[in-house]
């Protein structure tokens, strides 16, 4: 979604604005901006499209020493120019970049026109500009307290006023917003890799908090005018880690770091003295937690299909009920909280909006969710009544992949703890720990079948639709595989129970339509075979990604991945590096932005 920075300080404005922007193109986006002060008044340059657009139209020499800059993903009105951000009022002083939705903007935009204001935007944003304008009276933080308290919506807003240089306004509600405090500079921005070669110490703005910033000092307040003491935190990400290390794309890069995000996300959190597991974020005892009846997951796309594999794990190993279910459609159903359910919401960005607003009806009903994320600092992992952080690094590629193992691996390890409250023995926990621990290893060895992969991938990706199936606890991973494929390279594909498909998907079934199986050498085996055979004899392609040494695969597959043997719960990790690799090496081969597929975002942040 869009992306914000904001800088004051000694360096040239354009550059860094620039540089920010470059970090938060991952986002997802279509147009960008620039406004940089000058002797002159404000420069504003902003182009649709790609940032090398903007990059081809801002002079080369690095200017100014304050400004803002944005990348804007389309809501309210089209991808051209003059939507794209930062905005300002009718005296052209005032300029804004904004994240978010003015949902009474309509009616804002009526008032402002009948004040004589001129828009020249569809957007929401604009009224912003605008209202600030109509309330300035010589103070920019007094008209932005004021104009915030006149909007209904979301919103992550940086205000630069021409009349005072060397300061930015920030306010945030629903919508990220972090200050980064450098030496004799400051920055704002919508996530922290858009600073984090600049500086390492942030502060998280709340939702209706109010930040002015010069280069030397900040101050914080509430929409009453209230000074609100904010602690610096220090972003414990390296600026390496946002870095393609060589590799053509972040999501190859991010595919491959798997062996070493689930050890991250392991470490310090496997107890072989007592066969369980640590995770001291969950802030509760162990009376708590042998209170738990029933557990549900929400969460959305990939972090949903993490949160399945977990809630099957759950059941079959603690004989804990559990589910999963989408943020979005629990949130509008009523649900009824019974007691003794703990709830889970499993979140990389920790910003999704579904997510998080279900969260927050959730607890709103008295309901403990804890939450599972990857960036520290963010809202989910902030209002949670407790929680884990996956440990995965920054995710930059808008597909999924390290974070859905590592999101996992936490959940996996609560299991543990659950199951040895419970009904584990002493030495299945052992061998349970044996099991994660290996993980990494059988990895690296599925990364050796890349080169197989891709010609798998070649082979079949001008298909126009494909079919991902799997049972048991690799149903999920199946839907995950389709889910991957769809998102970066466009074809057309479902997840399905194998079991499932002579209910009605099996009417696809033909010679153009591949089918990809996840086979396991488990209870499950013979019936996923009989499967497969029924899409054999109606004249289907079929791939197979199958345990090592499985013969039983090799006379009915036309082409088969395998990967190394392992027990039934671990084989959602295993099967999920073929079905990524398979995604990755098929949108190549289309020619696709691989990172930043059309129409979608990073980070979620509306409904
Ligand atoms: C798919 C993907 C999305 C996200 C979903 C939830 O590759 O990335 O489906 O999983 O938007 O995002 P988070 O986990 O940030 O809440």
């Not at 001129?118 to 932005?144: M, N």
Request: hydrophobic share 40%; net charge negative; charged share 25%.
């Amino acid at each position: 979604m869009c992306g914000i920075i904001g800088y004051v300080g000694k360096k040239p404005s354009s550059e860094v604005l620039l540089e920010g922007l470059k970090r938060l193109e991952y986002r997802g986006y279509d147009s960008a901006g620039i406004c940089v002060d000058s002797p002159e008044g404000f420069k504003i340059i902003k182009s649709t499209g790609k940032l090398k657009n903007l990059l081809a139209i801002v002079p080369p020499r690095p200017f100014g020493h304050n400004g803002i800059g944005h990348t804007r993903w389309a809501t309210h009105g089209g991808v051209t120019e003059s939507n794209a951000h930062p905005h300002t009022d009718c005296s052209g002083k005032i300029a804004i970049v904004h994240n978010g939705i003015i949902e009474n903007y309509e009616k804002l935009r009526e008032l402002l026109k009948d004040k004589g204001h001129s828009l020249k935007s569809d957007t929401d944003t604009e009224v912003i500009a605008h209202l600030i304008e109509q309330c300035y009276k010589g103070d920019l933080t007094k008209a932005v307290l004021e104009t915030v308290s006149l909007l209904k919506g979301t919103y992550g807003l940086v205000v630069m006023h021409q009349d005072h240089p060397d300061m930015m306004v920030g306010a945030r509600n629903g919508s990220p917003l972090i200050m980064g405090v450098g030496d004799g500079e400051m920055f704002l921005a919508s996530d922290a890799s858009a600073i984090i070669s600049y500086t390492k110490q942030v502060i998280y703005l709340q939702d209706g908090e109010i930040v002015t910033v010069t280069p030397e000092s900040f101050q914080t307040m509430d929409l009453d005018e209230n000074i609100i003491n904010k602690d610096i935190d220090i972003i414990e990400w390296q600026a390496e880690s946002f870095e393609k290390a060589g590799y053509d794309h972040y999501m190859l890069k991010e595919i491959y770091e798997q062996s070493e995000s689930i050890v991250r996300g392991m470490k310090g959190r496997l107890d072989r003295t007592h066969a369980t597991g640590h995770l001291g974020g969950l802030n509760m005892t162990t009376e708590e937690l042998l209170k738990v009846e029933r557990v549900v997951i929400i969460a959305a796309g990939t972090s949903y299909h993490a949160g399945l594999v977990a809630a099957y794990l759950l059941e079959s190993m603690a004989g804990i009920p559990a589910h999963a279910e989408i943020a979005s459609e629990l949130r509008y159903r009523n649900p009824i909280i019974e007691k003794n359910t703990l709830y889970f919401a499993i979140s990389q960005s920790g910003e999704t909006m579904d997510t998080l607003y279900a969260m927050r009806e959730l607890q709103r009903k008295g309901a403990r969710v804890l939450g599972i994320c990857n960036v520290v600092g963010s809202t989910i992992a902030r209002e949670s009544d407790g929680g884990v952080y996956i440990h995965s690094g920054p995710e930059i590629a808008v597909a999924s992949t390290k974070a859905f193992t590592s999101q996992m691996t936490a959940m996996y390890i609560f299991t543990l703890i659950m199951a040895r409250l419970r009904n584990m023995s002493f030495e299945d926990g052992l061998e349970f720990i044996d099991e994660m621990e290996a993980v990494p290893e059988k990895l690296k060895t599925i990364f050796k079948s890349a080169p197989k992969i891709e010609a798998i991938a070649k082979k079949y990706c001008h298909t126009e639709s494909f079919l991902f199936l799997g049972r048991g606890i690799n149903y999920p991973v199946a839907m995950e595989g389709a889910l991957k494929l769809k998102e970066i390279s466009y074809i057309h594909a479902e997840g399905f129970s194998a079991a499932e498909i002579k209910h009605g998907p099996i009417a696809l079934i033909n010679e153009k339509t591949p089918s990809l199986f996840l086979v396991t050498d488990d209870r499950l085996h013979d019936k996923i075979i009989s499967n497969m055979k029924e899409v054999k004899s109606r004249g289907g392609k079929i791939i197979a990604v199958a345990a090592e040494g499985d013969k039983d695969v090799y006379g009915i597959a036309d082409d088969v991945i395998e990967v190394p043997k392992t027990v039934e719960y671990i084989y959602p990790f295993l099967m999920s590096i073929p079905l990524q690799l398979l995604a990755y090496y098929s949108a190549l081969e289309l020619g696709r932005d691989v990172d930043q597929p059309k129409n979608l975002a990073k980070s979620v942040t509306v409904e």
